[in-house]
């Protein structure tokens, strides 16, 4: 097979790699830039929670991917399968190898069902349903429910917008309301972590919601099995059995039927929706580039500041596959894009100092019902990082129907004509 040569290639594009191609092309049109994806779609997924509540259409969230590929840039149709970054190259499914000067990695994740015994079996059927594999199949299971028990739960991985979970819960609990059946579906939702959200400005709000709507809601529950022949789902509890107690939370207490001694729980579900575990790509996994070892073992490890590559100097990564202490959302991406590509254009034009412009800033639309929401945005360490310019005018801790707006109309056509474009 033969070799070819670029000057940047990056792999996936997806939201980080047309983001970073558009931009590179803006800065100069007469770089050699490549982006390599074996998919024939380009998809916007943060608006797969609407799509799972009914009130958009799953085709407006794809497009072609030759539509989104930036003027210049050459789309290579084709997976990467390793990549050398001693060689400098990566090899190609087809058995193409590409040879580059400057990599950027970009791939996002894979959902691992391997990871929860049943959940591979269980998938997209019998009311198991996730916005992030199907989010059509969740409206289904949704509007077919008239009755019974529905959770919302998580794996306990890293995931991408950890707030997607609980956005569609509070969508269901709002259409079961609307619908009348608030009396007759009760709502749990376990969760592998001890909050409901990590900045505290939108924890607050957010247990008013979780009030509103009488949703039972449990902490330190590790997701184990999905039995789907007799609809239960099993968690192990990871707190100390001390504080088993506290892992449970109602507004009445009563609808808890709580055994403070038992750390095995199973769950009867009648729909039960789900984030599945998530890990980077496998030959990532495999890869020099990831970490070999400890918490972030398998993801990208980069500079969290700079995006730049902790050993080869030439490689960047951003976007879900990258280690970074922040979740793992579109809106991380539209802040990290312009920090790689300017460090990137630093090394090739060799200088030392390369911009440290990236601090962890992501943002969470958390959408509370339907014409509702409350625009999470934070930095590292948690730390709440509100857009100036929105704060003038709206409290965005509160729920409010302008971001409601703002997710529905304006963050999907911000999308697809200013960040793909590299505008924003
Ligand atoms: C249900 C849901 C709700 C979400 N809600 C929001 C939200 O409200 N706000 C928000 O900001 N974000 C949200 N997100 C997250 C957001 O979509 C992602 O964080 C973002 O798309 C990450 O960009 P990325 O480039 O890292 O990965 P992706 O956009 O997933 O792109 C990865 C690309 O890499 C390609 N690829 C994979 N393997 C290979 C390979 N071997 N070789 C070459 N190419 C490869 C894929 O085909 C894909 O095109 C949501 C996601 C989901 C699933």
Known sequence: ?????????????????VTVAAQFKRKNKDLDVVLIDPADKHYYQ???????????????????????IPPGVKWIQDAVSSIDPDKNAVQLASGHRIDYDYLVVSPGLINDYSLVEGLGDAINKGGVCSNYVNSEYTWEVLRNLKGGN?????AATPIKCGGAPQKIMYLAADYFRKHGLADKVNITFPIPGSVIFGVPEFAKT?????????????????????????????YKITAESSMIAGCFYALNPEIVDLDPSETDVVLEYDML????????????????LAFSDGPNKGWVDVNINTLQHSQYTNVFA?????????????????????????????VLHQEKELSPGYHGYSSCPLVTGYGKMVLAEFKYDNVRDSDKMISMFVDTTKENYSMWLLKKYGLPFMYWNLMLKGKA
């Open 273 to 288: 929706h789900l984030a599945p575990p998530q890990a980077a790509p496998f030959f990532i996994q495999e890869s020099k």
């Open 150 to 154: 529905a959770i919302f739960t998580q």
């Open 206 to 234: 957010l247990m008013k919601v979780v009030d509103r709507y009488g949703i039972e809601l449990r902490f330190f529950h590790k997701l184990m099995k999905v039995d789907a022949e007799k609809r239960q789902v099993h």
């Open 1 to 17: 097979m033969s070799n070819t040569h670029h000057q940047i290639v990056i792999i996936g594009a997806g939201t980080g790699g």
């Open 318 to 346: 951003l976007g879900d596959v990258a280690a970074l202490p922040t979740a793992k959302t579109g809106a991380a991406v539209r802040k990290q894009a312009p920090v790689v590509v300017e460090n990137l254009l630093h």
């Open 46 to 68: 943060a608006a797969w929670t609407l799509v799972g509540a009914g009130t958009f259409d799953f085709k407006d969230t794809e497009r072609p991917m030759e539509s989104v």
